[in-house]
T-cell receptor, first 111, second 114 residues
């Protein structure tokens, strides 16, 4: 039973536009959420996170939104750049170091 | 500062053989984690070391998998005997502080069992 779901396996966005990646979760005990970015042949790299007590966290071009009532979070990238092309993983934790990941969304940013 | 390193980068073995994966965490990181990603699926937690002690091994799939971290530095993950379903990418990650959700991942070891 998958607790973190990324239902869009891929997303294609034009450079300069907004990229929106979505993630749903089922476990109401999750108290921390993270987004990781992964390039081919590399390990995932931490991108941005949000605590369950917040509904928004912003870091430069990246903003994560959390909707606890809907058990949904999203990552917004504005403006999108070709270097953002990668696989993005949503992850969650329930007050432990154990991260529960989704299956990833492949983002392609084209010129 | 060197990142998390993993060896080998690729391994191809036959069913029934033994393979040992190695992970060197970032220097000074007491917390070390192993994860696995089977083709196209989610990255799954296997276990968590704090120094040389296993803090959480709830994700270890079965007793064919043995993880060690002698001396609290590098870690090994041994699969014996390997089965076809063990194929995937094995990631190691480390963090300095327990409870820090920001984990630093290595490049992974791609294991193929034929």
């Amino acid at each position: 039973d998958q607790q973190v779901k990324q239902n869009s396996p891929s997303l294609s966005v034009q450079e300069g536009r907004i990229s929106i990646l979505n993630c749903d979760y089922t476990n109401s005990m999750f108290d921390y959420f993270l987004w990781y970015k992964k390039y081919p042949a590399e390990g995932p790299t931490f991108l941005i996170s949000i605590s369950s007590i917040k509904d928004k966290n912003e870091d430069g071009r990246f903003t994560v939104f959390l909707n606890k009532s809907a058990k949904h979070l999203s990552l917004h990238i504005v403006p999108s750049q070709p270097g953002d092309s990668a696989v993005y993983f949503c992850a969650a934790s329930a007050n432990t170091d154990k991260l529960i990941f989704g299956t990833g969304t492949r983002l392609q940013v084209f010129p | 500062e060197a990142g998390v390193t993993q060896f080998p980068s690729h391994s191809v073995i036959e069913k029934g053989q033994t393979v040992t994966l190695r992970c060197d965490p970032i220097s000074g990181h007491d917390n070390l984690y192993w994860y696995r990603r089977v083709m196209g699926k989610e990255i799954k937690f296997l276990l968590h070391f704090v120094k040389e002690s296993k803090q959480d091994e709830s994700g270890m799939p079965n007793n064919r998998f043995l993880a060690e971290r002698t001396g609290g530095t590098y870690s090994t993950l041994k699969v014996q005997p390997a089965e076809l379903e063990d194929s995937g990418v094995y990631f190691c990650a480390s963090s300095q502080v327990q409870g820090s959700y920001e984990q630093y991942f290595g490049p992974g070891t791609r294991l193929t069992v034929t």
